[in-house]
């Protein structure tokens, strides 16, 4: 927020990390009076030169809440063209302690506003699947609806969902997204676990498993570089896997 002769120049321009007398605010958690500004060895010039603004004189104070700094809050040029007094400091101080706390408060608003909405919308996407299931007795159908829901909300470039054989070695594919770049279709394709490690691994340790793709046979998804592997299991015994992989190494949202 800025206001004053060249506020529409300052409005969300960033200050260069390190330099002038507002960064020394933030580094030492301290206000600053500087009534001497031009003669001050930590005064960053630029903004005067790109605005054309004289600045005579600072006072500056740290926004902080829980004893860390969140932001700064500076008085540029007394009207009547006073230096800054220690008055002046204790004023600002006061008001920058209420102004970090009604920024704090707005930034744990607009958190739990936005954790809000993702679990409306995560709630609503679980409503959706539960309707669409209890209304397909169709077991092929069922496993589509899981996995489009699922990619929908991982995010992710491929999936396919798996049923494990009684020897839990095998794989066969029974429902596959993202994969239509691929020489083959992987429907019905039967995976041995031996030959993916990260496969093995999830049905031996029946845990969910996330991990960057080191080598590309362990990739079902031609370039994948992150696979994570959901078990899907009854009476805690892995029966299927749910795989969701990605072209990127970045992990897939929970």
């Known amino acids: 927020v800025v206001t004053g002769p060249v506020a529409d120049q300052l409005i969300n321009q960033p200050i260069e990390r390190g330099k002038g007398i507002s960064w020394r605010t933030v580094t030492e958690k301290r206000p600053i009076i500087s009534n001497k500004i031009l003669q001050s060895e930590i005064w960053n010039e630029k903004i005067d030169v ?3 603004f004289q600045t005579d004189s600072m006072l500056t104070a740290p926004l902080m809440t829980q004893g860390e700094v969140i932001g700064v809050i500076e008085m540029i040029n007394k009207h009547n063209r006073q230096p800054f007094t ?5 004023i600002l101080e006061a008001f920058a302690g209420q ?21 409306v919308e995560e709630l609503s996407i679980m409503q959706n699947i539960d309707r669409e299931l209890n209304t397909s007795l169709d077991i092929e159908r069922a496993m589509q609806i899981t996995l489009d829901n699922a990619m929908l909300r991982s995010h992710s470039d491929a ?3 798996g049923s494990l054989d009684e020897n839990q070695e095998k794989v066969k594919i029974v429902a596959a997204e ?7 279709d992987i429907k019905d394709q039967i995976l041995n676990i031996y030959e993916y490690d990260y496969l093995r691994q999830t049905v031996e340790s029946g845990s969910s498993a996330s991990a960057i793709i080191r080598s590309e046979s362990n990739a079902v998804l031609t370039g994948g570089k992150r696979q994570t592997i959901i078990p899907i299991t ?12 990605s072209y990127t190494d970045e992990a897939i949202p929970n």
Do not use: C, H, K
């Open 50 to 52: 790109d605005t054309g």
């Open 86 to 90: 220690e008055m002046d400091q204790e």
């Open 99 to 119: 102004a970090a706390i009604a920024l704090e408060n707005a930034q744990l608003y607009t958190q739990t506003d936005q954790a809000l909405s993702e679990r």
């Open 159 to 161: 999936a396919f969902i």
């Open 178 to 184: 993202g994969y239509q770049d691929q020489n083959e």
């Open 234 to 245: 009854r009476e805690n015994n892995p029966i299927g896997l749910l795989v969701l992989e």
